[in-house]
């Protein structure tokens, strides 16, 4: 297996507002450290969070990208992150289908209470994105300097 | 309709009565009982023992045989039934016994609980229905008082037998109506008559089965069903009353009108 | 063989127009040979017998056009079993009127795909007759040739979901079917690749494709009033493919958009002039919701609640439903 | 293009210590659009806010970007004073570069890379934000309170009291509920009619209540401050303005045989009937069921002896339309059925009861006129055993209810207490796993009941009751002395859970407020918004949102109504401006967003438009109730064509911050 | 200290049983038919599996006084399954070398004529390997 030494991922991670930012914020509190490569963009809830975002996020350069929301049933808008899931499992799918590395997407359930479980989750995440190195699959040359 | 039949080790020994009228009957309602070729014995107990894979493989052959026919599987006696039931219960939903099973039995031929398991109360319950069994009576019990003795194995567990509520059941009591008599309800009717534990402990069996039969005959019962040759032997035995104990078949048989066709099988059977 | 003709169909017609039930008719119109067949509204019976063709080259599916459908009374359309999906699917979307429609369903015996036949019979073919199970080909230079239809059908045809109709006013000819299709195999075939197989595959594909949207705008389920690709306030408008990423973020969104809502009538890669298989990514997202959530087949009622905009609390999570999904690691 | 002011705080030492905030401002100096960029110590402090202020005043700022802390922690405060400098508040975005940065971070130059990031994520974003406005909408001053019970009585009598208008809605023909029912009250023993009885009349009088009994709501259409509800007046074939309650009717009504539901079917009343003598409104009801005039045509006595000539046996439901501008769900409990533990034999005795049950067989105005007699025979039962946990914290959903009901410990110390008071010849047994009795002095009630009352508590459960002749036989453990213990009882009476109200599950359908699994409405948040729904407007009372007692079911109710004065003092309502909007040019209505939409915030018109092509035409299009939009943004996903954008989140605001992190 | 460890693991991998779900009501042992005979109840069974003190319950023969009528089963409000617990504690021991309880040369001298052959094979299941 590649260890790319060196390698620094570009990550971006979606979060919703109520649960996941908040986990990433009590991280913080916590002083619990995860890899700088991670980035969180804030969203109200991980429905918000459109397929496009995700495969711009690619286009871009990024390496991975996480989808983090509340635990299924404690959705702030109580059904939000149900749609989130059937639309990840099946867009996630369907990256696999393309050849796409299936490591590079992730959908995990972040409480506002789980700081350590967001720190953990996001070294683990950068872990395995940089085992696989730079994304070559679903790239925009253009957007290469 | 056919299905599949498994009889048992004890209704071709000791309780061949309980098969030869249960047969009889089966065809007076339209169905023809088709025994399983070479079956074996089903070893009158479940092991609830995850890793017990060898003792429930007659069992799995005898279901697997009914799959293949796209049979329902049926039985008469308790104990083949709740082995049976509770063996395909763990095929459906334990994929590592079901893997297990599969690789030693017959590699070529996966089984995985497709066969239903019918006892055969739940027959005439559900197939036949018993506003038929009315229609087909034509000696109505009328004005006998029947406690119905379902003992454990008929109904528990519950969440595998999926048989009738374990704590308050009727399929008996239904069946008594059907027949023309009249059910006694009691309350030690879902409780356990000692079995196989006679062997061991005989006054176990004794305490356990009088409390039955005090009860049933408290609630005014002058004769009990069962569908179990043991439980039908701890209550004669160890009971120590005499309140009549019979198989459900027989009354059904009489009430049907076959008993004396039956009868002469039965003593040459018995003899 | 079509056992309906094309002269019971403008019969039909006819009988419609004359008693003022219709005003209008969606008709397949030929073009310079009877195999190229275009979508057409006829007005009258006389038009029709002019230029209305009913044979095996008739696979354009009319429920699209029911949307931008406009005049007064009745429009007529002629519905394939595999067309009525579509219907039902945009009826479910409140795209048309359904009032405004009267739709007959028609049996199909499968569409033939004249790319295939020109393939077998080389250039210059002229015209194309059926005759029983066999294909009569005319040519310039080889005169007739003879082919055994089933095996020049189109692929959706060959793998035929439905020959059952699930929305008509009325009905010519028997009703058929839901058959037991193969449609997956080839996803499932696919899934069985490797990782770098699958990207090598699709890259292939993909990267000839032309943007020329061709598969949009044939596609019912691809209905909307303004794509999201033609839009500029969007964040991803564009034009024309300049970069592979393009290719797969356009027809994995195109996909994704019309996921729970594809009915798989296979025209997207009926009218590819690339020949990509674009109904191989739809059948994938078919498959998936199959096997994650249940069959669904869209179009099948009207009124029914897609797999994206439904849910049960005991959904597969993704990192399973990759792993579900059958493809390689 | 904007103009934007970049403001980069170094929390003390807490941002500076691991990011260099110079070279942040510095960096996000040249970002496109940035005019201006400082760094401050505090930029939360006075007297940074005052440097915003003046920056916005001086650069002409249109947009700012705070890198700080979580905007968790300080989005409202920057927020403010934009909109005191004169900006539109939502101009404002913020750069989490302390919880997600600087704290997490150990090197200066990471942190200070990626704070640069997060920043022009930031200065990306607030290029595209637009001003926002918060949707305004008016505020009916009517609230209505769904439940009569003594959760509902409470609540609607403390918000008449504060000057609004107030609507109960009682499906039964009186309001009271369970606690009507009931006995002596725990655990100060008063008895429950003296005491609520007074709270009825009290609603029944009040100039600001009005009570819609035997009457159900059936449809709720709009949100908060705006509720359209259709309520149900069941038909009672009595005319509720003529009828005096003198109750002439009720006696001389030839179908004595109909089962008592007030007495839970252990005696019987007539087909006409008011239900207790307490009753508020103190008007007959015909029981359509059982009255024989209405069945036959036949009879009529009841329309012989009413002087007031209230009866009319041709009356028909009537739906009559009202607007709220808050609604209380006050539904309440039952006991579940005893359907599924016949191992205690509650089907197969009379003698083995509900602790419900034994209320009303202990009650002055019950059955029995309160002497404690076996239903069966009418005898005195001089041993009696009480079996705790009956259906409550079970595992596995097919029997029973995984939570604690968390009242039977103390009405079952109640009942032990009061039949040793009363019947100090009776022996009783309490079979128990765990005695929970926290609560101002109930432990020292449960003490009372052993020490002083001599009640034999069991540690142990119950594990067949066989009824034996005239006996019960109990057949239990005795965990503490370790030894299976057989108890010949007279009367068994079973503490059974407790359940939401059946009518609790459409109604929240109706009100799109969520339930958890086991129907109890859900509140907003567990611990700091107990009282109210999350769904803006709907508010909770007593037991429909989880199992209480009387005192806590009052609070709760009087939290309740302060929740809904709150909200009916105002005269406007302000809306977040966060919320979904169509473009209706785009717009297929073909209904994915509507489906998705957990709060039916979407509707759909047709309207008419001019094509391109100069022609008009009708289409159906989506349109979003900002006021009852929450801002999820799951519409935007389900829409293919992308008409539906979240203002605040748009799709290019979130495609300019990922491009930004990207690049 | 490994070794209680490893009974306890083998005992809950043969019955699959979550002791922990218990909340020590008693509901087993108190619906027990044969709970006199034994010197661990049911509910001791369930306790002593958790805490790991295996020994004293294989060194009893409270076991073979279960009548595996799954009444402790289907009780439990808490889906427990003592049975199973005791059913894995008896093949633990039946299943070494030398210690069936019950021997096929024993039976005839138990028999009598109205026996049912159920009896006998169940009774052999139950007391020997």
Redesign the interface.
Known sequence: MQVNEGFKP?I?AFCC?WCS??G??????N????P?EV???????S???????I????????DGVIICGCH??DC?????N??T??????????????????ER???EWVSAAEGAKF?ATMNDFVEQVTKLGENK???????KQ | MKVSYFPGCTLKNKAKDLDTYARRCAEVLGITMEEIENWQCCGGVFSTAKDEIASKLSSVRALAYAAEKEQILVSVCSACHNVLKQTNHAMQNDADFALRVNNYCAPDMAYHGETQVMHYLELLRDVVGFDKIREKVVNPLTGKKIGAYYGCLLLRPGKTMQMDDVENPRIMEDFIRAIGAEPVVYAMRNECCGGYVTLEDKNLAAKTSAAVLDNAAAGGAELLVTACPLCRYNLVKNGGRDLPVVYFTELLAEALGVLDATQGVKEENNG | MQTVTKEMLIAKAAELLDNGSVTRVFGWQKGEFDYDVTPALFHSAAEMEKDFVWNDFCGANFSKYLIKDKGEGKVLVFLKPCDTYSFNQLLTEHRFDREKVYAVGIPCDGMADIRLIKEEAGEGVTGVDTEGDELVVHTLYDGDIRLNRGDFLAERCKVCKSKKHVAYDELMGDDGEIADSARFDE?AK??AMS?????????NELSRCIRCNACRDVCPACSCEKC?FGNPK???ENKAA?????E??FH??R??HV?GRCTDCGECSRVCPQHIPLHL?NR??IK??DT??GEYQAGAEVGSRA???????G?????K??ER?G?N? | MQRIGVFVCWCGTNIAGTVDVVKVAQTLANEPGVVFSADYQYMCSQAGQDMIKEAVKKHKLTGLVICSC???MHEATFRKTAAAAGLNPYMVEIA?I????S????EMP??T??AI??GK?AVAKVNLNAPLTPGESPVTKRALVIGGGIAGIQTALDIADAGFPVDIVEKLPTIGGKMAQLDKTFPTLDCAACILTPKMVDAGQHEKIRIFSYSEVTDIGGFVGNFHVTIKKKARYVREDLCTGCGLCTEKCPQKKVPNEFNLGMDTRRAIYIPFAQAVPKIAAIDEDYCTMLKTGKCGVCAKVCTAGAIDYKQQDEYITVDYGAIVAATGYNPISMDKFDEFAYSQSKDVITSLEFERLTNAAGPTAGKLLRPSDGKHPHTIVFVQCVGSRCSGADKGKEYCSKICCMYTAKHAMLTRDKYPDTDVYVFYIDVRTPGKNFDEFYRRAVEEYGVHYIKGMVGKVTPDGDKLVVQASDLLAGKQMKIDADLVVLAAAIEPDKSARPLATLLTA?MDTNDFF?EAHPKLRPVES?TAGVFLSGTCQGPKDIPETVSQAGAAASKVIGLLAKDKLMGNP?VAHSDEMMCNGCSSCEK?C?YGAITYADKEYRMPDRTTKVRRVAVVNEAVC?????C???CPSGAMD?KG?A?AQ??A???A??? | MAERNNMKEQILRTSGVNPLKCMRCGKCSATCPAYDEMEYHPHQFVYMVETGDIEPLLNSESFYKCLTCFACVDRCPRSVEPAKLVEAARLMVIREQGKNRLKPDDIPAQLDEDMPQQLLVSALRKYSK
């Open positions: 570009t971006v507002n930012y908040a990433a914020d009590l991280a913080g509190n002083r619990l450290n995860y700088a980035k969180i963009i804030r969203v109200p809830c429905c918000r969070v459109n397929p496009m975002f495969l711009r996020a690619f286009q871009r350069g990024a299924p049933g702030h808008y109580t059904s939000g149900y749609y899931r059937r639309r990840m499992s099946l867009l996630f799918s369907m990256l696999d289908y393309l050849g796409i590395e299936r997407t992730r959908l720190a699959r679903l790239e925009d040359l253009r957007c | 996803v696919l899934e990782a770098d197989e699958r990207f090598a595959f699709w890259q999201v969007s964040g991803v300049s970069d592979s990423f393009e797969k973020m994995i969104i996909a994704f996921a990514l994938k997202f998936d919701i994650f959530y797999p994206l905009v439904d849910y049960t609390e959904d597969i999570e993704p990192s439903a990759v999904g493809a690691a | 979580s905007p968790r989490n302390r919880e997600q940065c704290w997490v971070h150990k990471i942190g890379e990626k990031i997060l994520a969520s859900t999350p966060c998705v957990p929450q801002g999820c943004g799951c935007t996903v389900a979240l989140f799709s979130i495609m911050e990922v491009d992190i990207c690049k």
